[in-house]
């Protein structure tokens, strides 16, 4: 189930995702009654897995031209939900104390006690196929820039397999290029190299098979 403040339909239309109820999911804080948001909050409080999506800028906005935001079901999403991750303006947000592994989504970390070593970490379920290269890729408007590809040549690579929590169940290995993942599972795959790749916010990394297919992408996150 996935829910939106400000309500932003178009995310339940892509992901398939129903809203908790029929009532408009919009402009639900100015729009629905009383009893509306408590049928909300009531559908909500019956799925473990609810899912929020909070979209910052329009909050700002809203904010800067002095509407508030207030009522029950606001109230009850600021006590019962936490954020995950941040991609851009759009906050990924669960059940409060859930944990849960973010999928598609990476971070690059620098090597303590090393010279300019990196390591990019995504959280993947999976990709089908031999691992070929990795690229790092920066974003934005009007255009994209390629930054670097990872390959055998500049980059070894490590595999923890994950549960849906994201808590390890076993422990890390080395992981040969030209080796496919378990499809069926989910993974943190990290490359280690050398490099310098730009912002992280700004940065996409995509996943390659052997025969040059790209099976996989993750956004990398600040």
């Known amino acids: 189930m996935l829910f939106s403040l400000p309500g932003v339909y178009s995310l339940n239309l892509w992901s398939g995702l129903p809203t908790p109820t029929l009532a408009n999911a919009t402009h639900w804080f100015s729009l629905l009654s009383s009893s509306q948001q408590m049928a909300i909050i009531t559908r909500l409080q019956a799925d473990p897995r609810a899912v929020l999506i909070i979209q910052r800028d329009t909050l700002y906005y809203l904010a800067r031209y002095g509407f508030r935001i207030s009522g029950s079901l606001a109230e009850y999403l600021g006590h019962e939900f936490e954020q995950a991750f941040e991609v851009d303006d759009y906050g990924f947000w ?40 990795l690229e790092l ?51 943190r795959l990290t490359a280690t190299f050398r490099g310098d790749v730009g912002p992280p916010d700004k940065l996409v990394a995509f996943v390659f098979d052997t025969q040059g297919q790209r099976v996989a992408a993750a956004r990398v996150l600040r």
């Open 94 to 133: 669960v059940r409060r104390g859930r944990k849960i592994a973010p999928l598609s989504t990476g971070r690059i970390f620098s090597v303590p006690a090393s010279t300019g070593e990196q390591k990019l970490e995504l959280v993947l379920s999976g990709p089908r196929g031999a691992l070929g290269s």
């Open 137 to 187: 890729w920066t974003i934005g408007t009007p255009s994209r820039a390629h930054r670097l590809t990872l390959t055998i040549a500049n980059s070894s690579l490590e595999v923890t397999p994950l549960d849906q929590t994201g808590t390890p169940t076993g422990n890390p290995h080395q992981l040969a290029w030209s080796t496919p993942l378990p499809s069926d599972a989910i993974v």
